[in-house]
């Protein structure tokens, strides 16, 4: 069994508007690797916001599991208590639906403790004639301020972007693949398909005697309209066609930018690339090429860079003018970056009963969401726990802020090991534009220590409509041997093919010989099926749902790889005449053709 671990555990005081009182939230997030998730797996619990077409388990051990009440008495992940006892709770529907924090349902537990609340209001809450919290205006204060507190948290943030980079990177299992493939190809064998008919292959036929060509089919064509006028030609296209752009330190990742139709490109004018907001450490090079431009993106870590700061968040947008077309056409990414999981722990600085500094630890520009969460500004110092802890601490933790409107309420949290959190909360009277000035200051006998920074008022995004056109029983199965190849064994690995691998190949085959038997090679990182999973991802499917597809893809296209062998093995010795074996370049077509329409056959039908 994996070993369950925490990776987040804090604490957090909030305080109920209309002088309800106070409460302490503890949210914990424990770990789990994730390849111990499978089709059949332990990741129990069905989201809120589940599809019909995802596939979940209906049963099995969450990591959570053993922390929460058996199931015939609930499975609630987010308890109220009063006195000790548990008075109220929530499910991780709350997770999903209210938080966003999907990927984190089964591994999140939140325990919010109301002793804090005034007597009145626990009393409003705990009416005799209930089993539950009475859901009145209380508990909608109380409802508010658990998610609003939670929903900014950036720990809580940055452990779901890491779920997510781990969810976007996912391989077919190979023992699945395998079981797939076995499965196919009896099938196949069963059904005894013809690769001829009439005269030329003995045996019934399921096409009229001597009808030569293939057979006819009807097929539906998929559709998805959009109201409005349409836009014209050209577009901008990027590639590989993630829906965000994931960055590790020092590592170094290459796109391309380039126009539908391709040969517009020629007719540019001005090709404007920026970040917003703009990162410093962002080291960006670009290349012109004939039908496009190549963007190179490397984050390039400082020396004394701040862990807290991650996950960092920006986004890339180019802008493009072609000749003849007034209109500019515009493209936009997300770009994450996220540190690296092997990353070598950074010796914290240690802890005195004299402290010399208190930092800012949060990246800026620090953005206050009108209407939105509490903003949690995170800081340092360099301080014991012990000197601001106990009811006659030698220091003391204070925040003030100078605001051109209304001064949000602000709360500081205890230190642990050095570090704390300033919460803000996005109070109604704050104009957009506003720039609030706080400062942080930690007093001690005869001294002051103290930090300041600037939050910018914003609102929030407005909706916007977005068009865009898209491309549209016989032999029993010979042994085969099933490998692997990502963007790093492009060099080393054979293809069969008439060149080296790249970007547009699902996969190859190559015949067998005296030594080995019929070797499959699957590429995981063709640009299209990595555009595939980001697409999967950006709707927030579950890894469950996300696993099953990957790995039905890669059945079917080792499927289809394994009966071009077959087809070309029976051509090499036909019945009768001479029969010319398609060229590797013609193969090489065909199994393009049939990964991009397997991908889009998924996307469509689901």
Known sequence: MPSTMARLDKSVDATLGEGYGTVTIRVVVVDKAMSSLSATGEAAGMPIDAEAFETLPESGKRPVASFLEESKRGKMCCVFLINGQRQHGWDNQFIVRDLELKYLRNRMVVVVDCDGLKPETIAELMQGSRSQFYEGNVYAALESRVVATLKGDPDLHRLEEEAEDEISSLRAGDEAVKAALDQLIEDHHETAARLYHGHAQAGDSSRQEGTGGPLSQTTGIVRKSEAGPAASEPVLRFSPDVATIRLKPDERRQFAIFSQPEPLWKNLESHDVRFEPPLKELEVTRKSQLLGEEIGLTFIEPKEFDDDAYPIETSLRSTVVFKGYPEPRTLERRVVINPPKTRTHKPSAPLIDEPTFIKLSTREPIRVLIGGPDVHVKLRWDGNDELVSGSSPLWTM???????????????????????????????????????????????????????????????????????????????????????????????????????????????????????????????????????????????????????????????????????????????????????VPPEGQMRDEIRRVARTLLKLMEVTV
């Open 398 to 580: 204070r925040a003030g802020c100078e605001s051109p409107s209304v001064e949000p309420p602000l709360y500081l949290t205890k230190p642990t090991d050095g570090r704390f959190e300033l919460l803000i909360q996005p109070v109604a009277g704050l104009n957009v534009g506003d720039r609030l000035e706080f400062e942080v200051e930690a007093v001690g006998p005869g001294r002051s220590l103290t930090t300041s920074f600037v939050a910018v008022v914003i609102e929030a995004p407005s909706p916007r409509r977005l068009a865009a056109k898209m491309p549209g029983g016989g032999q029993r199965r010979p042994p085969y041997d099933l490998r692997y190849v990502d963007r790093t064994d492009w060099v080393e690995k054979p293809c069969c093919w008439d060149g080296p691998w790249s970007e547009a190949d699902p996969g190859s085959f190559v015949p067998p010989n005296t030594t080995s038997p019929l070797t499959i090679f699957i590429n995981q990182d063709m640009d299209l099926l990595v555009s595939y999973r980001e697409r999967l991802l950006a709707k927030k499917l579950s890894e469950v749902t996300i696993t099953q597809r990957i790995t039905n893809y890669t059945a079917h296209v080792a499927f289809h790889l394994y009966q071009m062998y077959e087809n070309k093995k029976t051509i090499e010795s036909p019945p009768e005449g001479t029969v010319e």
